[in-house]
């Protein structure tokens, strides 16, 4: 049986391949630190799942309407007017299965076939994937190192063509942690208004900024900067919610009903019982949610410290989410590997450590290391990783 040919051009994620390893090595016995994840390591907030366990036991469990209940949009605009002073009605919201859900929708409902989307290297791994399940064309751009790994408006505005439909724009980053600030977004903003580019922008780590940044979304800087932009977001990185499948977007009402339909034919609604737990997410106590941010502020700073000292491993500092991103290839060519991929699969292998490779992010000098994990495990791995490159130094 023939497959159709857009999936057969699809790769795999890495990071979830990575953890798969990772595991099966744990599973024959082996004491594995995985640093792959890109999930928080603590556990839903206990008043998120008692109000889920009372939306069991109350009846909740029946289909929805496809893009979530009137309750938890109202809860999404309440939010977006609290935290950013912006303002959108309910049917400007599509609640769905996840935040991954949410920008694959999107790119079916935007893309037509040769429709180019302008993707920022490093990125998400799923982002050029999507866009060509969509019958798009990811425009790759690498954004440099000594740039913060951050978009210019010069490399967007040579990257556009007659046929560019959108950029994203992920602040806080996967995988790099870096933030925009609202001045480079102001730049950023200002050639998407004058090239008539629509604005994805992702910002699921939003409520994991560190230091004396904050988090900006462009659709704050001005009327027609909002109006064209769609804002991605969730809750499994703000409330550790990752398995319970809640995100959603928000803008344009053609846009977001054009989604709905959509999602009404592919998953029918997100799980209703998970709507009422991010209910109860953004309509209670945001103590877990700080104290998390506390939490991975401090692992931040441990963990830079100790990669940064290991010989030929440089790192930009990053300003959020929860990942390093350092340069390994120094390291990598003095300890004799062809790739960053095989030091990767090397350290796994001999020191039982589980990093995940930049090329899956676009990045084939770097190496992506999330600390959703405790301080003990992070100084353990940063141990070995040290032994591993010491002990095979040319």
Known sequence: MELAKRVQTITPSSTLAITAKANELKAQGHDVIGLGAGEPDFNTPEHILHAASKAMFDGKTKYTPSGGIKELKQAIVNKFQHDQGLTYELDQVIVTTGAKHALYTLFQVLLNEGDEVIVPAPYWVSYPEQIKLAGGKPVIVSAKEENQFKLTPDELEQAITDKTKAVIINSPSNPTGMVYSKGELEALGEVCERRDITIVSDEIYETLIYGDESHTSVAQLSQELKDRTIIINGVSKSHAMTGWRI????????????????????????????????????????????????????????????????????????????????????????????????????????????????????????????????????????????????????
């Not at 991975?296 to 990053?318: D, M, N, Q």
């Not at 989410?321 to 292998?349: C, M, R, T």
């Open 247 to 394: 995100g959603y977007a928000v803008g344009s009402k053609k846009v977001i009903k054009a989604m709905t339909n959509l999602a009404s034919h592919s998953t029918s609604n997100p799980t209703s019982v998970a709507q009422y737990a991010a209910l109860a997410a953004y309509t209670s106590s945001q103590d877990e949610v700080v104290n998390m941010k506390k939490a991975f502020s401090e692992r931040l700073e441990k963990l830079y410290g100790w990669i940064t000292a290991i010989p030929g491993i440089t790192c930009v500092k990053p300003q959020g989410a929860f990942y390093l991103f350092p340069n390994v290839s120094e390291a990598v060519q003095a300890n004799g590997y062809d790739s960053v991929d095989d030091w990767v699969k090397a350290i796994l292998e001999e020191e039982k450590v589980a990093l995940v490779p930049g090329s899956g992010f676009g990045a084939d000098q770097n190496v992506r290391l999330s600390y959703a994990t405790s301080l003990d495990q992070l100084e353990e791995a940063a141990k070995r990783i040290h032994r591993f490159v010491k002990k095979h130094q040319s």
